[in-house]
């Protein structure tokens, strides 16, 4: 009995007869969940849904569509806009970028699990890569328009980088030690061995300053002596004696800066990825630059022509009976002769080699005589020049085989037969001839029975003699007929005699040196050979390089334990980057190469081998190449050979190299040296730099002694270097008449406010009849003085010489218009620059000090600073209508940052809102932030303008226990979150506008003497209209000439930040051109894990960095020109105007920015003046609370500016 039911579009029956379906459904639905449940799991995986809250995920996974692929379709194509997002489930793809010259270059393959076009679901820009499938493959795909119509971008949540700062006080430093010179060595080892010191210029000379003040710590076993996350990290650590460990907490790999398509170059796409085609390459891309060359420079690789295309392919000393017959081996006519010349160079173009090389047997039969024999090469190699003519393959070396005919079974050069001897050389004069016709770049010898088994029965000295003389007969006959080729030797040891003459690369050399022939040979090294003589696979190639020997490779690599010459092809990575590192070092292998003077086994029948063979060869070496060239481009061997041969560097031990030093010397040194010190283990040293939480613990695994450094000591002692430029500076002001009534002391100070400006050929400094406030003292270059059009004089200065010039100097003095033109006239000139506003700033009016001829106290000093900055400030007018904090009612919560929090409050009684900035005051005495939190303050005070968020009050709340400041609200967001909801990355419209802006806002700060030091989009607001509005003045402060503290955000760090050189507003219009290039690119240009990783990149410079397509053009020379590592060549140095008449602005209407009229390219979606909704800060992200116990100082006292 049964009975049935509607249920949905389907009948579905229930009983006894549906049982197996049941099955079955059931079965399909557990597969069907367990498929989307494995969909959920993998997308977690991908960074963007990271950002996405985790219930939304399901949404995402029920989105997905299944999509295949077959192997060679094409799935998304470079400059193509396109929508979807794909995740490989199975199957591999390919990964190419169009460079610029229009070559098509292979960046990666993406296998199982790896996904792209992530960036396509945020915005709509062109593709930065095509993806090609390599195999069959399936993927899942997710639409933009199903991302966004569920609204999911809206919902995506996008962290704040951390700015740093060096702090203004620090921990206490304990006495410093006496040193052994044994101390001092380790201290100088460890210092120099710390990779991450190495961004600061100049460290070595200064480190006997930084040892002197270190003291040591004696530290018990288990204890933690750095501890991650501690924010008061002062200190650095040596380990003099016992062992550390550092343990780094599991933390999310997730980069939370870095999403889209930049996200999938920079974290998915690897290079040498494996390749299931067997005939594919993987590592060598013959057109790819590596190191400023072609990776087919580098390599030059040869294929050889004996062992594959002269008959005896399947032969190995055991037994001469072919296992390969291959259709051109007819027989030994020579036809058969010819037609393998054709299949050769078909095989050399669809191998895509560039070169070959031959020995004379392997391409023309030798004939009943020596006459045939020379006949039957002319014939060949005419054929040989055809072929070379038509397909463009060049002939690396030739040789001749003077070691397999019954003649040479004693040798040839070295025969004790005479006519076994002239037959050798006339075969060499015809192949000398032969290789001249066909352009040989090179020509080798290699006798192979050039040795005895007894000497009982040798001439030794004899033979050494006759073989010299046969060489330098084929150098003079070389230089009779024009050839220009190198000379090669080939060493080979053990095989086939016991005695070889050319045992090894050494023995060769001094064979060479001995008969006065090193200037006419070099050797020809095949690894193989090498461990025959017992040696390491690279020695004879290190050797023969570092005595300027080495002339060209034969890659052949072997088995040791079999003991005879295998002639394999080279399959070990590590040995393949120990010889290709090697030709790195030395500048390339040109004219020589990388040859295959390889065979194929007997058991490899197939001629798809001899592709195969071939191709895992040259990969071999390619991916061997792009090793040793990270290894050289990152420094990974450099650094450890500098330190490790760092005592070399002391005045001695440059002696010794020079050749000056005697034994008397270097015994006295030793003498009074008890034993060479070792590189120690150091940690902490981020701490000498700025104040970070420390990112590892470090944990004493027995008892240590520790020599310590702290950051005050080491920043005092790298500034000593500005403290001798500084009076430099001086000497160049007491050189100025109209100075003379300063004191000392004043034109001390007054040389910290010049700032150094370059000017360029043609460009005019100061021109006549305009109004100056700028005094100039050049130091460097020549100028002319122009009066009404007419030069009066030249002026010249130079460093080398220490003659200066000055002029515009009365302009300290008032408002006056110039009296004369200043021209440059060479190269470039450089010039200190002081103007009067910064004059008055430090010591008052310049003619009142004239007048009075007297030195002005410290305090009127100080009392003037005041007035001037209250003069320029007046944000809080003494006459505003004053807020009151107990006027105001929370709304809800902006942002968190790692010590504050900011709120939307409102005016109960106006209904304005506002954002209300609050510390904890636990938090500044901690973290040791009062004089932080009041320069904000201060610098809120000297600033109004459209372009800054404006303050409105401060409020000192003793109840809560915090310090708060009051500022306009901005309800339209972060520009990084808008940025990355709505995809403007790459958008030149957006960019342009925000760059404006941002520019508009620095110029006012500049104006005021304020230095930003911090700006990244997620220090910008945009109101209500999209306006835009820089922020958090944390990190902002007033300076008068150069400031050193450390700070900012790593990413957009300037290289005089690093250097501790000392910064200028200059360092402002750097972070403006890092900020461009993340609006254009969605990253910034020294993107790297660890911060001294980005260091290293940003002191190598602008131009090192990559530009995608989106900042080519006027885009890349506009950040370029902002970003020049020379603080006085930056674009806007010189005034606003430089960077607003850039090509890449062309157009825009900064008049109308300026003036608020220019209509934002995006208007936020705000309700009103309560919604929060462009905000997503999380409650859980709050900064921690900590107790306050008032030091009773009065330290807080002066913040608020109502009661």
Known sequence: MGCSVSYGPEEITIGAVTQKRKGKDSKKAELANKDYQDRIEFLLTVPLFQRLPKDEHPVVASMCEGCKFKRNDQIIKQGARGEEFFVIRRGQAEVFVKKTNGQKEKIATLKAGDH????????????????????????????????????????????????????????????????????????????????????????????????????????????????????????????????CEIVIKDKDAFDDRKFGGQKIVMGVYRRGPESLNPLAFKYYQPDELVMGKKMRDWCRFAVSWWHTFNGQMGTDPFSNVKTHVRPWDVDSSLDTFLTRVDVAFEFFTKLGVDYYCFHDVDVAPQGENLQEFQANLDTISEKLLQKQKETGVKLLWATQNLFSHPRYKDGAATAPSFDAFAYGCAQTRKMLEVGKKLGGETHVFWGGREGFATALNTKVKSELDHMASFLKMATAYKKKIGFEAQFCIEPKAREPTAHQYDYDAQTVIGFLYQHGLEKDFKVNIEPNHTTL????????????????????????????????????????????????????????????????????????????????????????????????????????LQKALDTRYLSWQSPLGKKVEEGKASLEEIEAYALKTPEPATASQSFGELALLYCA?????????????????????????????????????????????????????????????????????????????????????????????????????????????????????????????????????????????????????????????????????????????????????????????????????????????GFSKVELWQHTETGATYALKSIDKGVIMK?????????????????????????????????????????????????????????????????????????????????????????????????????????????????????YTTCGTPEYFAPEVIALSGQTSAVDWWTLGIFLYELMCSSTPFIAPHPMQIYAKVMRGIDKASFPSACHGGCERLIKALSRPLPADRLPVKGLKHLQEHEWFEGFDWNALQAGEMPSPYVPDVADDEDLSNFFADPKDLPETIPYLDPEDGWDETFATVE
């Open 116 to 243: 792209f076009g992530e960036g396509a679901l945020l915005r709509d820009e062109p593709r930065a890569a095509t993806v090609v499938a390599l195999s069959d493959m399936h993927t899942l795909k997710i639409k933009r328009t199903d991302f966004q119509a569920l609204g999911l971008h809206q919902k995506l949540k996008f962290g704040r980088r951390v700015a740093v700062s060096s702090g203004k006080k620090f921990s206490k430093a304990k006495d410093p030690v006496p040193k052994t010179a044994e101390d001092m060595k380790l201290i100088t080892q460890a210092i120099m061995s710390n990779e991450n010191l190495s961004v600061i210029g100049n460290l070595e000379e200064k480190i006997p300053s930084l040892a002197e003040v270190m003291w040591k710590e004696y530290v018990k076993a288990g204890r933690h002596i750095i501890t991650e996350g501690d924010v008061q990290a002062d200190f650095f650590y040596i380990v003099h004696e016992g062992k």
């Open 533 to 636: 003589a017992g040696h390491d696979y690279e020695h004879d190639l290190r050797m023969a390089s570092a005595l300027g020997m080495l002339g060209s490779v034969d890659c052949n690599a072997g088995q040791p334990y079999l003991g005879w010459d295998t002639d394999e092809f080279p399959s070990d990575p590590r040995k393949a980057l120990l010889s290709m590192l090697i030709i790195v070092q030395q500048g390339g292998i040109a004219p020589g190469g990388n040859n295959f003077d390889c065979k194929l086994r007997r058991e490899s029948t197939d001629i798809e081998d001899m592709f195969i063979a071939h191709i895992g060869g040259m990969d071999c070496l390619a991916r061997g190449l792009l090793g040793a060239c990270k290894l050289l481009q990152e420094n990974l």
């Open 693 to 897: 939480p420390r990112a590892a613990s470090v944990k004493a695994t027995t008892n240590a002694v520790l020599w310590v450094l702290d950051r005050a000591h080491f920043k005092e002692i790298l500034l000593r270097a500005s403290a001798k430029k500084l009076e430099e500076y001086r000497g160049y002001l007491d050189a100025v008449p109209l100075l003379s009534a300063l004191l000392k002391e004043e034109r001390l100070e007054l040389a910290q406010a010049l700032v150094e400006m370059h000017f360029y050929e043609g460009e005019q400094i100061i021109t006549q009849g305009e109004t100056g406030a700028t005094f100039y003292i050049m130091f460097s270059g020549t100028v002319d003085v122009y009066k009404d059009d007419m030069r009066i004089t030249t002026l010249e200065a130079s460093m080398a010489r220490r003659t200066t010039q000055y002029f515009g100097e009365f302009a300290l003095l008032e408002d006056e218009k110039r009296a004369a033109t200043v021209k440059v006239t060479s190269a470039s000139a450089r010039c200190l620059v002081l103007d009067r506003d910064a004059f008055q700033a430090l010591l008052g009016p310049l003619k009142e000090i004239i007048e009075s001829q007297k030195c002005r106290r410290q305090t009127d000093r100080f009392s003037q600073h005041e007035e001037m900055e209250a003069q320029r400030g007046a944000a809080l007018s003494p006459d505003r209508v004053k807020i009151y904090k107990q006027d105001l009612a929370r709304v809800g919560l902006l942002g968190v940052g």
């Open 927 to 1043: 973290y040791r932030m009062q004089e932080t939190v009041y320069s904000e303050k201060k610098v809120m005070m000297m600033t109004r303008s459209p372009f800054l968020i404006g303050l409105v009050e401060c409020f000192n709340d003793e109840e809560g226990g915090c310090l708060e400041i009051l500022m306009e609200a901005a309800l339209g967001g972060e520009l990084l979150v808008t940025y990355s909801r709505k995809g403007f990355w790459g958008s030149m419209e957006h960019a342009r506008y925000y760059v404006a802006g941002a520019s508009f806002a620095l110029e006012h700060l500049h104006e005021r003497r304020i230095v930003y030091r911090d700006l990244k989009p997620e220090n910008v607001l945009l109101d209500t209209r999209g306006f835009l509005k820089l922020t958090d003045m944390g990190l902002a402060k007033l300076v008068i000439g150069k400031t």
